[in-house]
Every structure is written in structure tokens, then in C-alpha cells.
């Protein structure tokens, strides 16, 4: 039987991750993009290095939840590493010769990962995150969250449109972000949320937050 996906309102599942990845593949994947060197959108970074920070992102999540025992105080000692000062540090690279379509293939991999790694821990884990210890419900919409704003960096930077689905942003919005508006656009919201857009009444944020322990 397929996993059902959270309601609006309800939790943030492994199905949610994997919708996430799987519509971010779609969009990247249909990119008629020679040059992924380009900016991703208000970043540092180019567009393939947004790619592999957030296969990364997923990568990390899915580890350091992956111990019997995770840590509850510090990251899962794996090596992480810059390819140029100012670039993403990163435990998880590319191939460049492989090009875009391998780039691709190494997010989709994470993707799995995490998604896996979410679906088969018990909801009472807890492991180490900066933002506040998580149980897989929170690294699930971490997930999540990271997948949404870096496609949308990188579709800003390739030209091309990105809109996740509403009830998507919704729930990550209700799992990590307690204090965001409820009666606004979702998705601009979420953006919002993560120092990338504006809302009415509201300026663009210069510092901001999740909270990944469960209330």
C-alpha cells in the first residue's frame, strides 16, 4: 500500500520528501541549461554548487539519523569540505564530467536516502541539529524545506518557473516555522520564511530560523 502524504495540517511524512525530490528532479531535469556556472538566484553560490550543497543537506539529515544510537550533541563525524573558499561545505560531490544529468542522479540518490531513513525510524528518535534536536518528522520537513528554496534559487538562476504544491509548504511551515503568518500565499510565505521574498506589511527577513524539536 502507498504511504499517504500528510494532510495540510498534518504531519510531514517520508512521501513528503520524496514528492519534494521527485518534482525538483522534474523541474531541473527539464532545464535547457548549458551553463549550471550561472548564480543561483539571491546566493554566493553557482547553481550546480546549490545542487550539491542540497544533496548534501539530504544526505546529512539521513545520517545523522541513521545510528542506533544518534548523537543528540554533535554531528555524525563525516568530513566536510569546501571545492573553493566560499563555496558550500560538503561531505557529498558530483563528478563534473558527469555532467548535469549526474548531478541530477546524486540528488535524486540523497533523496532516496533521507526518504528511506525517514520511513523507517521510529517516531520517538531523536538526533542532533543545530536548530534543536529533531525526531524524523523534522528532518523529513528539513528535507523538505531545503529541496523547495535551493530548486527555487536554482530555477531563478536557470530561468525557469517553480512553484511547489500549497498544502507541501504548509505543513513544513506548521512543522518548523511556528511564528510565519497562516493567512498568507503558502509558497511566499515559505520563501518568506527563509530570507527570499517579502510579504504585505512584512519586509524581507535579513536573519532567520527553523525549530526542529518536536512541540
Given at each position: 500500500m502507498a504511504e499517504a502524504k500528510g494532510s495540510p495540517s498534518g504531519p510531514v511524512t517520508a512521501a513528503d520528501v520524496?514528492?519534494?525530490?521527485?518534482?525538483?528532479?522534474?523541474?531541473?531535469?527539464?532545464?535547457?541549461?548549458?551553463?549550471?556556472?550561472?548564480?543561483?538566484?539571491?546566493?554566493?553560490?553557482?547553481?550546480?554548487e546549490t545542487i550539491e550543497h542540497l544533496a548534501d543537506?539530504?544526505?546529512?539529515?539521513?545520517?545523522?539519523?541513521?545510528?542506533?544510537?544518534?548523537?543528540?550533541?554533535?554531528d555524525v563525524p563525516f568530513v566536510w569540505s569546501r571545492n573553493r573558499p566560499g563555496g558550500p561545505a560538503n561531505a557529498v560531490s558530483a563528478d563534473?564530467?558527469?555532467?548535469?544529468?549526474?548531478?541530477l542522479h546524486v540528488l535524486d540518490a540523497c533523496g532516496?536516502?533521507?526518504?528511506?531513513?525517514?520511513?523507517?525510524t521510529a517516531p520517538?528518535?531523536?538526533?542532533?541539529?543545530?536548530?534543536?534536536?529533531a525526531d524524523?518528522?523534522?528532518f523529513a520537513a528539513m528535507g523538505v524545506v531545503e529541496?523547495?528554496?535551493?530548486?527555487?534559487?536554482?530555477?531563478?538562476g536557470l530561468g525557469i518557473g517553480w512553484t511547489p504544491p500549497a498544502d507541501l509548504c504548509d505543513r513544513v511551515l506548521a512543522r518548523l516555522f511556528p511564528d510565519a503568518p497562516t493567512d498568507t500565499d503558502r509558497w511566499r510565505t515559505l520563501l518568506w520564511a527563509t530570507g527570499r521574498a517579502e510579504l504585505p506589511g512584512r519586509p524581507r527577513l535579513t536573519k532567520w530560523r527553523w525549530y526542529g524539536t518536536p512541540r
Open positions: 520524496e514528492q519534494a525530490v521527485r518534482l525538483a528532479l522534474g523541474t531541473l531535469r527539464g532545464a535547457e541549461a548549458p551553463d549550471w556556472s550561472v548564480k543561483a538566484g539571491s546566493l554566493e553560490w553557482d547553481c550546480w543537506d539530504l544526505f546529512a539529515y539521513a545520517v545523522q539519523l541513521g545510528p542506533a544510537n544518534p548523537p543528540l550533541d554533535s563534473r564530467e558527469a555532467g548535469p544529468a549526474g548531478l532516496a536516502l533521507l526518504t528511506a531513513i525517514v520511513r523507517t520517538t528518535v531523536r538526533a542532533h541539529h543545530v536548530f534543536g534536536a524524523p518528522e523534522g529541496t523547495l528554496v535551493h530548486t527555487h534559487d536554482v530555477a531563478e
